[in-house]
């Protein structure tokens, strides 16, 4: 017969191997939690840190375009006033290399030329007034005289500031034709400044 004492042993030595076992799985599912806390944990920080490279790269990716496209507008914007800047230079430079060609018989032929397109100009009127400078006023007037029989004219010597060329009104004052070397290289200005800008494309490439 067992005594109390044995059954006494027997009980705790069973309480206490439950004890274990039972604090063995509890320590296993603490180790279980932390194990999936911490790759969790991981794919969390993982994804944060994706997420922020690609935040990251597309801000760079913007502004890295936008200093570009900042760059490139500046550069074009500098070298069209560039170009107008060349453009007007040498705009001038044709005025100052035109009085060179009054003397020419080139230019004979320009006023030559001008004087024709008075008749259809002025078609149905008798009397203009020619605006002229000094220096072109005898053979202004000799051209006129052998194209404009059928026209009374009125020569003012008051085109000061004109390079060569004239200006032809009415008596009226109504039609006015501009044709002086000024008003010809300002109606030419945009092929002058797209030849220029083809010459200069070709030396640049």
Known sequence: MISVEEKLRVFTQYLLSKERKWGKDIIYDAKDKKKALLADSEEKIKKEKRAIEERSYHTIFRDKNKIIAEGKNKAKTLELEEKNRILMDFNQLIREKASDYLSHEVYN????????????????????????????????????????????????????????????????????????????????????????????????S
């Open 109 to 204: 032929d320009y006023l030559q030329d001008c004087v024709a397109q008075i008749h259809q100009v002025f078609a149905g009127k008798n009397n203009i007034v020619v605006f002229v400078r000094e220096g072109d006023f005898k053979q202004l007037k000799t051209i006129i005289d052998q194209q404009l029989t059928d026209f009374n004219v009125e020569y003012r010597q008051e085109c000061t500031d004109c390079i060569g060329g004239f200006i032809a009104e009415d008596a009226e004052g109504r039609l006015h034709c501009d044709f002086t070397v000024e008003n010809l290289i300002k109606s030419n200005y945009k092929l002058i400044g797209m030849t220029l800008n083809g010459f200069m494309e070709k030396q640049v």
